[in-house]
């Protein structure tokens, strides 16, 4: 993780040693708070002896609403393409309606992850306020995981620490967004973007990939 964050940064401020011959018109670096919101699901992939079990996973694990906030950190390469960073807590979450036990239901499994984007921007349009596409790359460092469930015979909520995870994940980034300048080096961005999970949860006979869908808000200083 230490390696990734070095490599990250070491990223960022090479373009400011040549800034000197830079002919840019605008402020290159710029720092922001984001919030999102999160649409998570997961991916179930089996070995060949555990198939069975995929539609009985599929019929009682639903959708749930997670969240992520931090920091980002933005650099303009050129008129076009910019490269962007982070450091962000997030919780994605999991539920399920049932379970196999007598009397549970209503399981939710909440993640939380250090997250370390790095994005690359497309500016598809470059005026007053800017269109681009991103893609790029999230590495999640594991930090907690916490189990809630409902006993249906008296009501009661009952919470737990969940199993260890893979201390890395690792997910592939698409998106688009918009940047609005707001007040002088202020700007305000909104973005949506897809993160897909190369790396599973855990290493089990059955591996859950989480996916995503995270509409983000951003107020960014321009330097």
Not at 161 to 181: E, H, R, Y
Request: glycine letters at 6%; a positive charge.
């Amino acid at each position: 993780m230490i390696k990734v964050i070095s490599i990250i940064l070491v990223l960022i401020t090479l373009p400011a040693f040549g800034q000197q011959n830079d002919s840019l018109k605008f402020n290159n670096l710029k720092l922001g708070l984001s919030i999102s919101p999160s649409f998570s699901s997961r991916y179930l992939k089996a070995e060949s002896d555990a198939q069975a079990n995929l539609d009985y996973f599929d019929s009682i694990e639903m959708p749930h609403l997670g969240y992520s906030f931090g920091l980002n950190l933005g650099y303009q390469i050129s008129k076009r393409f910019s490269i962007n960073s982070g450091l962000f807590f997030a919780n994605r979450a999991q539920s399920s309606k049932s379970a196999s036990l007598a009397n549970i239901s209503n399981f939710t499994n909440n993640i939380y992850y250090l997250d370390l984007p790095l994005k690359f921007n497309y500016y598809l349009l470059y005026k007053k306020s800017k269109l681009y596409l991103t893609g790029g790359a999230n590495f999640s460092y594991f930090l907690a995981n916490n189990v809630s469930c409902r006993k249906e015979s008296n009501n009661e909520v009952l919470s737990s620490k969940g199993d260890d995870l893979n201390s890395i994940n690792i997910a592939g980034i698409i998106g688009i967004g918009i940047d609005v300048p707001i007040y002088k080096r202020w700007t305000f961005n909104f973005e949506v973007n897809y993160q897909h999970a190369f790396t599973p949860l855990l290493n089990t006979p059955i591996e859950r990939y989480l996916y995503s869908f995270n509409p983000t808000i951003s107020l960014f200083y321009r330097f």
